[in-house]
Nanobody
């Protein structure tokens, strides 16, 4: 079992920055950040394998978002710079301990992650 607790969402202006945090217990094999905008499917925006591979970034966030992990604090971060209105979504931290998650960490799929945070809303106004 992997417990995930997210924090750090909020409402900002376009061009601003936000950092999301995800505290976890029990080291998973892979971890990811997903987001879901109203009326859209959940998409993986960043992912890594805890053995030292990654991060992967979706094209839509590459160069603006940075995923990192503090192993001493068991905390995953997503630093989001140059935010755009299209980044508005509910953001979820996710973790997996399956073979699928570990072997395909660079193409994060919702179905490969067994554990999910409660979600944190990010709203970007233009």
């Amino acid at each position: 079992q992997v417990q995930l607790v997210e924090s750090g969402g909020g409402s900002v202006q376009a061009g601003d920055s936000l950092t999301l945090s995800c505290a976890y217990e029990n080291r998973p094999y892979c971890m990811g950040w997903f987001r879901q905008a109203p009326g859209k499917e959940r998409e993986g925006v960043a992912a890594l394998r805890t053995g030292g591979l990654g991060p992967y970034y979706a094209d839509s966030v590459k160069g603006r978002f940075t995923m990192s992990r503090d192993t001493a604090a068991n905390t995953l971060y997503l630093r989001m710079n140059s935010l755009k209105s299209e980044d508005t979504a509910m953001y979820y931290c996710a973790a997996g301990r399956s073979f699928a998650c570990a072997s395909s960490w660079y193409t994060p799929l919702e179905a490969d992650y067994e554990y999910w945070g409660q979600g944190t809303q990010v709203t970007v106004s233009s």
